[in-house]
Structures are given as structure tokens and as C-alpha cells.
């Protein structure tokens, strides 16, 4: 069974830290591109970055998030992590993991309709 699970998230006050962390079961892991995203009430859901195949190992960063936010991946534990760093109100919101549709690419975007399978969500807030 395919699945991929979010943890990590929680309430924090501006300027502080959460690490975020996407367990993946069911699939050759290691294989795919795993992206994280982001969805704030009322608003669009929003690509943050992503993370190529154990092979490459390439990192992308949506503009919003590029110097506070790290992903990285524990391919010995099945598992993505996003780091991050002074939160923002703005940062509000439910975060989710998902996996790219196909296997072994080169390069990974944060656009949605590239990841078919998704996580539940964990929710951040950030506030004083």
C-alpha cells in the first residue's frame, strides 16, 4: 500500500524552527522525486520544495521559502524531512508530502500535478 505520512507539525512563535518529517512505505522510495507543499485557509495549494531520487538527490525551492526551508531525505529510514527555520505568521498552514508521479527524474519542480500520491497533512501554526 502506497502511503506517505507527515509529523512534525505543531504551533511555534515567529522566528522559530520545525522540522517536518514524510515517512514513505508501499514503493521503491528511493526511486522517486518527494515534494512538500503547503495549503493555508482559503488559499491555493503551494509547492515548497522538492527532493530528486536517492540517485541525484537535486533540491528545489519555491521563492517563498528559499534560505529559511532545507529538505533533505534518509533513504536507510524511508524518510524526507523539511527543515525549517524563521517561521512566519505567513507560514501558517496544513503542509503535506507527496510523491512525484514517475521514477528516476533528473530534476524535481514543486508543481502539483507531478505528485500522485499524497499524505494526510500536519498542520503549522506560527504564532505569538
Known amino acids: 500500500q502506497l502511503q506517505l505520512v507527515e509529523s512534525g507539525g505543531g504551533t511555534v512563535q515567529p522566528g522559530g524552527s520545525l522540522r517536518l518529517s514524510c515517512t514513505v512505505s508501499?514503493?521503491?522510495?528511493?526511486?522517486?522525486?518527494i515534494g512538500w507543499f503547503r495549503q493555508a485557509p482559503g488559499k491555493e495549494r503551494e509547492g515548497l520544495s522538492c527532493?530528486?531520487?536517492?540517485?541525484?538527490?537535486?533540491?528545489n525551492y519555491a521563492d517563498s521559502v528559499k534560505g529559511r526551508f532545507t529538505i533533505s531525505r534518509d533513504s536507510t529510514k524511508n524518510m524526507v524531512y523539511l527543515q525549517m527555520n524563521n517561521l512566519k505568521p505567513e507560514d501558517t498552514a496544513v503542509y503535506y508530502c507527496a510523491r512525484e508521479w514517475r521514477p528516476y527524474m533528473d530534476i524535481c519542480l514543486v508543481e502539483e500535478g507531478r505528485y500522485g500520491v499524497w499524505g494526510q497533512g500536519t498542520q503549522v501554526t506560527v504564532s505569538s
Open positions: 508501499g514503493f521503491a522510495a528511493d526511486a522517486y522525486a
Open positions: 527532493i530528486t531520487d536517492r540517485g541525484t538527490l537535486m533540491t
